[in-house]
Each structure stands twice: as structure tokens, then as C-alpha cells.
């Protein structure tokens, strides 16, 4: 059986870029529970790396539409508010995200959110300095109690936009980039398989993302369709183009990103040839 909405909106999830070595995680799980004892709280990611929105995005992207909707969710990468940077409830596939309006909300989706309100409720004189926990947690328990979000924002038209960067590509080639390295060290590209699937028309390519003795000329299932330590290329569970080595971890040879030395934000490449003749 489904969860019920109402039992939905006692799920609250946090994305940070705190780590789990100070005590930052704990205060705001803490100050949650203090506000609303049955809150539910799923840890999403403390591992994004500071300050940096793109990412968390991603991460959250991939996460939220496996939660149920009423779902609220934290997020807490670059919180401040200022005079043109205002905290914002969004509300967007039934779901609640909490964050500031840096940007991030226009990476989350595909085109802009549903609804988005500018938070006006009364705050405590510390907020500025710790808005994930004396904001983003005040509103998240106000929404999982039942509260309405227009008794506490007030709505706006326009969230703000960050870019995100969208493959190149032409006739022979997609030119993407690695926007994720998971710790496997994997590489996940921007590369969507109806992209691919688009320019490609069944001819022959090549992913090159370093050195071109490295290019991968086929793609497979899943990792373990290649022997332990081969490299491999596939589309994965969120469509996206990943590169990967099988059992490629610390301990086992290293992981794609080390052993090719690729970063995120480095480009990947693919090219198209001829229909293939084998």
C-alpha cells in the first residue's frame, strides 16, 4: 500500500555539503526532532562537495522522484539569504524543496517549478548564521505538521536560473562532460541515452574521455558484463551515459576517475563513424 500524503510529509531529507566529521548534521537532525519528534529524516548526501550547487543538484535529482510525494527536502549547499538571494519553499511534482534561490532549483528540473514561495514567516536573531537550521528546518517541520507554505512565504514568479551545460553536438560527435564521480569512481556524464540514441542511427563510435588507447568502442548492460578491472561503458538506471571500471575501487586497481585521471567537469567525447560491419 502507498504511503498516505500525511504520512509522506513526516519524510524530511537532507543534502549538505557538511560531512559527517563535525557535529553540523547532528545539530539539524536534532533541531528537527526538538520541533517535530515524528519526523522521518533520510540522509540523501553530507558528501557534496562545498559550496557547489551544481552538484547537489544532481545528486537530488537523481534521488527525489523514488520518494513519495508530500516529500520535504533540505537542501542545504550554499544557504545564505541576501538582498538578491532570498530563501524559497518550491513546490514541484507533489514534492517540498527548502533551499536558498541561488540557482539550484533550476537545475533540479526539467524547466521551472511548479510553485515557489519566498519565506516570510518570523525567525530567531541567529538565523543568518546557520540558516540550515534555524530556517530551512523551521519551515520543513511548519509542512510536515500539515501547515500550508502560503502561511509561511509568500509566492513568486520566477526562481533564478544557473545554465546548465547541455551536450554539443553535430552530425559526427556529442561532446559532453563528467558532471559526477561517485565514490566508486565512476564517471556519469551529461550524455542522455535519446541522445545518443539520436546521432547515433546504429553507426559505429568511439567514447574517448583521455588518452585514446583508453576510448571505449562498445556499450554493455552493467558493469559486471566486462571481466573485473575492464573498463566499460553503459547507459544507467537514470539514462545517463556512466564510464566505469568493474570492481574498479580502492584495493582493486582504482576506480575510472583515477586510473584515466578525469575530473568532473572534464570532457567526454563521442564519435561517430560508419553503420558497423561485424
Known amino acids: 500500500m502507498l504511503p498516505s500524503l500525511r504520512s509522506a510529509m513526516s519524510i524530511i531529507t537532507l543534502t549538505t555539503d557538511m560531512g559527517l566529521r563535525d557535529h553540523y548534521v547532528a545539530t539539524v537532525k536534532g533541531a528537527i526532532w526538538t520541533q517535530y519528534p515524528e519526523a522521518r529524516i533520510v540522509d540523501i548526501s553530507h558528501g557534496i562537495k562545498p559550496f557547489d550547487s551544481a552538484q547537489a543538484a544532481f545528486v537530488l535529482r537523481q534521488a527525489y522522484p523514488e520518494f513519495p510525494r508530500g516529500t520535504i527536502h533540505i537542501i542545504g549547499v550554499n544557504p545564505e539569504a541576501d538582498g538578491q538571494t532570498p530563501h524559497l519553499v518550491v513546490r514541484h511534482d507533489g514534492h517540498y524543496f527548502i533551499g536558498a534561490d541561488n540557482g539550484i532549483f533550476s537545475l533540479l528540473f526539467e524547466g521551472m517549478p511548479h510553485e515557489a514561495f519566498e519565506l516570510t514567516m518570523k525567525l530567531d536573531n541567529d538565523h543568518a548564521a546557520f540558516p540550515t537550521r534555524s530556517v530551512f528546518v523551521k519551515a520543513a517541520c511548519h509542512l510536515a505538521r500539515g501547515g500550508t507554505v502560503d502561511v509561511i512565504g509568500r509566492k513568486v514568479v520566477r526562481v533564478k536560473e544557473l545554465i546548465g551545460f547541455k ?45 585514446r588507447a583508453d576510448d571505449i568502442l562498445n556499450l554493455h548492460g552493467s558493469y559486471g558484463d566486462v571481466p573485473q578491472g575492464e573498463r566499460v561503458a553503459f547507459f544507467n538506471a537514470t539514462g545517463l551515459l556512466e ?30 563513424g560508419e553503420r558497423s560491419r561485424n
Not at 553536438?169 to 561517485?182: E, F, L
Not at 563510435?205 to 588518452?211: K, Q
Not at 575501487?249 to 582504482?254: A, K, Y
Open 167 to 211: 551536450p554539443a553536438v553535430d552530425p559526427t560527435s556529442i561532446r559532453g562532460k563528467v558532471v559526477y564521480i561517485d565514490s566508486y569512481g565512476n564517471l556519469v556524464t551529461n550524455v542522455r541515452k535519446q541522445l545518443f540514441d539520436d546521432v547515433c542511427k546504429g553507426r559505429s563510435f568511439r567514447i574517448g574521455f583521455g588518452h
Open 243 to 272: 564510464i566505469a571500471v568493474n570492481k574498479g575501487v580502492e584495493g582493486f586497481g582504482g576506480g575510472a576517475a583515477r586510473l584515466f585521471g578525469v575530473h568532473q567537469e572534464d570532457t567526454v567525447r563521442i564519435e561517430f
